[in-house]
């Protein structure tokens, strides 16, 4: 488990292929690594990783094709937003993430409002419907709180914190961004058609 506040900007210094999917390799940046063992998850882009390889300030995460296939920001070098997984000690500064991707969505708008920035985002219909007005969103693996919900469109306004802390002050308008839906969301609607799935 994850909370969606992005301890660093790393980076995807190369990717090798392995016979299903690619060897990430990832300068930690400043995300410090030093309790991190072989096993351990993290999120990358909000997808998250089993670090299967680390020397010094960099580690290794083996990607496969079905991650690949359902996610963005993963198959080639660049800046990825790094959180290591939850110890039950930590603070949640977030909400709760799995850091398994629901969809990939589409950035309509990115316009400065000040020395913000309102981020709106077409999701995919099916997880639309879990988008709610000042609810829980995680984008590219930070935890976000929407201001409005039209239809599959929700927009988000973005601090300058957040812009200065993570790769979303990369966006652009046709930029595609992974998505992870509010947990609680799904079991409730899961509870709330249990009969219906007997």
């Known amino acids: 488990m994850f909370s969606g506040i992005v301890a660093a900007v790393g980076r995807i210094t190369q990717l090798t292929p392995r016979e299903a999917g690619f060897r ?13 063992a072989l096993g351990d998850s993290i999120a990358h882009n909000g997808v998250c990783l ?6 010094g300030g960099s580690f290794c995460v083996d990607v496969s094709p079905e991650t690949l296939s359902c996610t963005v920001g993963l198959a080639e070098p660049g800046p990825v937003n790094l959180e290591k997984a939850l110890r039950l000690s930590d603070v949640i500064g977030g909400h709760l993430v799995s850091g398994h991707v629901d969809g990939v ?8 409002v000040g020395d913000n920035r309102l981020l709106e985002i077409r999701a995919p219909k099916d997880i639309a ?20 919900v039209n239809g599959t469109d929700f927009t988000i306004n973005l601090i300058p914190h ?20 509010d947990l609680i969301a799904r079991y409730c609607e899961r509870l709330l058609n249990a009969d219906s799935a007997a």
């Open 50 to 55: 089993t670090v299967v390889a680390k020397e």
């Open 24 to 36: 990430l390799h990832v300068d930690a940046g400043r995300l410090n690594i030093d309790d991190v």
């Open 129 to 148: 419907r879990y988008i709610a007005r000042k609810g829980s969103i995680v984008v590219d693996g930070a935890s976000l709180t929407t201001n409005a």
């Open 162 to 181: 957040t812009l200065e802390n993570t790769t979303l002050n990369r966006l652009h308008p046709g930029a595609r961004v992974n998505l992870e839906v």
């Open 105 to 112: 969505g589409e950035v309509l708008r990115f316009d400065p």
